[in-house]
């Protein structure tokens, strides 16, 4: 969204890509039902990793039809607080703010056609390593957090 233009205007064949839409119900709709096109249409290998929000109460119906989307290879959640985004204001905001914490979970769901699949299997081992990436990113974080505590304190 944005790196590439309009993410209805991107009409990939082919290729893996990961998607973190801005958090509208409408746009994600639209945006799910874009990727199944595509990955209906396509006979080469194409995959979607999309990171949304896990918002229950109600699910959104982008979230519902990601989930049980013939395409759905994969699927995890990242909990709460325990990992960060990059802050929307990064090119204005002090160093020291650009993380912010979660306030709730990200879903993280693999949408891949049969040789996208084949090609990207998310196998166990993989999906782990995404996980643990996660933890780790949130342990320097806090790591960078303690340090920035500890110089500020001389």
């Known amino acids: 969204f944005g790196s590439r233009g309009r993410m209805l205007d991107f009409k990939p064949v082919g290729g893996s890509f990961e998607a973190n839409p801005p958090f509208c119900e409408e746009l994600n709709e639209t945006m799910v039902n874009h990727m199944e096109d595509l990955l209906a249409a396509s006979n080469e290998p194409l995959s979607f990793i999309v990171f949304t929000p896990e918002w229950r109460d109600p699910t959104p119906g982008s ?90 304190a001389l």
Not at 63 to 71: A, C, D, H, N, V
Not at 107 to 114: A, M, P, S, T, Y
Not at 118 to 133: A, C, D, R, S, Y
Not at 137 to 142: D, M, T
């Open 63 to 152: 979230l519902s039809k990601m989930e049980t989307s013939r395409f759905k290879r994969c699927q995890f959640l990242i909990d709460q607080y325990e990992h960060d985004y990059r802050h929307g204001f990064q090119h204005i905001c002090p160093d020291n703010d650009l993380l912010i914490k979660s306030a709730h979970g990200t879903q993280v769901i693999f949408l891949q056609n049969e040789p996208g699949l084949k090609k990207w299997t998310p196998t166990e081992e993989k999906v782990n390593k995404l996980k643990e990436i996660y933890k780790t990113s949130r342990k320097q974080s806090q790591a960078d957090d303690t340090n920035s505590s500890s110089s500020s």
